[in-house]
């Protein structure tokens, strides 16, 4: 079936520096992708999204990559920051407009 | 900014009672999702709507169900409460496939 993975449950990093966090998906079929940051007491929050036909997109501060070929994605946070410490979810589409979410990555920044 | 607004951020019940979740949203948004979340489970669909009066079952519909009533209101309906329903419950809406989910700041719902 389809799943959408994280590659580590905790991810801590030192403030300022940059913070990779990995998803690996199973459906090659799965079109859109998308990354949200959970903070505590509160809904997930959207922070960027890549379709397929894409393999790189760059927000603020953020950066998305899509491998198609291993199925493998990632966020990239540059100069990571304490109000950056939550929860990050990737999540997959396959072309019905229901996401399958991962499982969830705990990013702790150090002071 | 989308806002999507529930209407209970905590909400305490007893078992076998009838329970409403509401859920607002003020973008002229297609579809809304319900979902749970529960530690080392992630977000589970319950329910989804992509337009009004329609409903469609996720993957965990069993002891749920919904109404959509209205474009900006998807209510989540617990015909009677269950211990093992105590849960964070989230909402979410887009504004159609292959756009991103927004969502509520979540009910978290105790069952006694």
């Known amino acids: 079936g389809e799943s959408v993975g994280l590659h580590l449950p905790t991810l801590s990093v030192q403030e300022g520096d940059n913070s990779i966090i990995n998803c690996a998906y199973s459906n090659s079929a799965s079109d859109y992708f998308i990354w949200y940051k959970q903070e505590s007491g509160k809904g997930p929050q959207f922070i960027i999204d890549?379709?397929?036909?894409?393999d790189k997109r760059q927000g603020q501060r953020v950066t998305v990559l899509l491998n198609k070929t291993v199925k493998h994605l990632s966020l990239q946070i540059a100069a990571t920051q304490p109000g950056d410490s939550a929860v990050y979810f990737c999540?997959?589409?396959?072309?019905?407009?229901?996401?399958?979410f991962g499982q969830g990555t705990t990013l702790q920044v150090k002071p | 900014d989308v806002k999507v607004t529930q209407s209970s951020r905590y909400l305490v019940k007893r078992t076998g009672e009838k329970v409403f979740l509401e859920c607002v949203q003020d973008m002229d948004h297609e579809n809304m999702f319900w979902y749970r979340q529960d530690p080392g489970l992630g977000l589970r669909l319950i329910y989804f709507?992509?337009?009004?009066?329609?409903?469609e079952k996720g993957d965990i519909p069993e002891g749920y169900s919904v109404s959509r009533e209205k474009k900006e209101r998807f209510s989540l309906i617990l015909e009677s409460a269950s211990t093992n329903q105590t849960s964070m419950y989230l909402c979410?809406?887009?504004?159609?496939?292959?756009?991103?989910?927004?969502f509520g700041d979540g009910t978290r719902l105790s069952i006694l």
């Open positions: 979410a809406s887009s504004l159609g496939q292959g756009q991103p989910q927004h």
């Open positions: 709507s992509y337009d009004v009066k329609m409903k």
């Open positions: 890549i379709r397929s036909n894409m």
């Open positions: 999540a997959e589409n396959i072309n019905t407009g229901k996401l399958i």
